[in-house]
């Protein structure tokens, strides 16, 4: 299981993005990936859970 630290992070490549600001409605990540920002903080949300499943 991987147990990274509970940071933004995008669904594509995992690269870290702390600068998604709330007016911005699309994930950007630098690698080109392109997604809605509530559907990339769903899942986001759900790694987080299934980590800390893990880890409990
Ligand atoms: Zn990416």
Redesign the pocket.
């Known amino acids: 299981m991987d147990r990274g630290e509970s940071v933004p992070q ?1 669904t ?4 870290v993005k702390e600068s998604l600001s709330l007016s911005e409605r699309t994930f950007r ?5 392109e997604r809605d920002r509530d559907v990339n903080a769903a899942i986001n949300i759900k790694h987080e859970g299934m980590k800390r499943l893990a880890i409990v």
């Open positions: 995008s594509c490549c995992g690269r990540c630098e690698c080109g990936f």
